[in-house]
């Protein structure tokens, strides 16, 4: 079912659980990031080939 926007703007109640899945999306994208940041900085001080550090 589409909603128009402009003839029915959001309730407060679905503006709010619109805002809070976005922060939670960020914040896992976030979360990821420096989860891949963490990983590549371990990587580089203990290479697991073994190889010249």
């Given at each position: 079912?589409?909603?128009?926007?402009?003839?029915?703007?959001?309730?407060?109640?679905?503006?709010?659980?619109?805002?809070?899945?976005?922060?939670?999306?960020?914040?896992?994208?976030?979360?990821?990031?420096?989860?891949?940041?963490f990983?590549?900085?371990?990587?580089?001080?203990?290479?697991?080939?073994?190889?010249?550090?």
């Amino acid at each position: 079912m589409e909603r128009n926007y402009e003839e029915q703007p959001l309730t407060n109640e679905e503006r709010l659980k619109t805002e809070e899945t976005t922060a939670d999306l960020t914040s896992e994208t976030e979360k990821e990031q420096e989860e891949e940041e963490f990983q590549k900085e371990i990587e580089t001080q203990f290479p697991l080939s073994g190889g010249e550090a």
